[in-house]
T-cell receptor, first 109, second 113 residues
Framework: EDKVVQSPLSLVVHEGDTVTLNCSYEVTNFRSLLWYKQEKKAPTFLFMLTSSGIEKKSGRLSSILDKKELFSILNITATQTGDSAVYLC?????????FGKGTRLHILP | NAGVTQTPKFQVLKTGQSMTLQCAQDMNHEYMSWYRQDPGMGLRLIHY???????DQGEVPNGYNVSRSTTEDFPLRLLSAAPSQTSVYFCASSYSRGRKPQHFGDGTRLSIL
């Protein structure tokens, strides 16, 4: 059975801290890995990763994929209160996209 | 450009009632999917479609039907609602399969009494 596991499930840090969110997967036919941020409503896209070792970066957020060890990390540096959200990892398997349970991140001012 | 539009935003049903959640996209996307989101469970795939006339089951299809008669619309039907189907439902679309990031609708919050 295909599965995507995120850790930690929740995290509380102070503004300015750096956080690392983890996503591991066991799937039959990997195509890509995606990260989303979900605040109050719909998830919004952050990154799509298909190749190992190539870092994707957007401002203070970055992500990298390791296809040998079957995991990805999402880093957020110099966190701000606006980074508080649920971060979702998803893996594209054949025609399906399987999500993990998410990491709930709370940034204290 | 409206993106992905879901209706209704909120709905309360009684056990045994039927209803259809509507999803429409105006981006000419081939791939559409339905998810449900429960507390602590992330998003679970219910059904998906890779193009008009083609649908398939996801992780949690029981109790739900879908059809895809046009590229734009992908309705989700609950034939006989059960309290276990109380959830937030998201529709998503992308240009082809999942290779492009999915665009999500704003969700439908459904309560079954």
């Amino acid at each position: 059975e295909d599965k995507v596991v995120q850790s930690p499930l929740s995290l509380v840090v102070h503004e300015g801290d750096t956080v690392t969110l983890n996503c591991s997967y066991e799937v039959t036919n990997f195509r890509s890995l995606l990260w989303y941020k979900q605040e109050k409503k719909a998830p919004t896209f952050l990154f799509m990763l298909t190749s190992s070792g190539i870092e994707k970066k957007s401002g203070r957020l970055s992500s990298i994929l390791d296809k040998k060890e079957l995991f990805s990390i999402l880093n957020i540096t110099a966190t701000q209160t606006g980074d508080s959200a649920v971060y979702l990892c998803a893996v594209e398997v054949d025609d399906k996209i399987i999500f993990g349970k998410g990491t709930r991140l709370h940034i204290l001012p | 450009n409206a993106g992905v539009t879901q209706t209704p935003k909120f709905q309360v049903l009684k056990t045994g009632q039927s209803m259809t959640l509507q999803c429409a996209q105006d981006m000419n996307h081939e791939y559409m999917s339905w998810y449900r989101q429960d507390p602590g469970m992330g998003l679970r795939l219910i059904h998906y479609s890779v193009g008009a006339g083609i649908t398939d089951q996801g992780e949690v299809p029981n109790g739900y039907n879908v059809s895809r008669s046009t590229t734009e619309d992908f309705p989700l039907r609950l034939l006989s609602a059960a309290p276990s189907q109380t959830s937030v439902y998201f529709c998503a679309s992308s240009y082809s399969r999942g290779r492009k990031p999915q665009h999500f609708g704003d969700g439908t919050r459904l309560s079954i009494l």
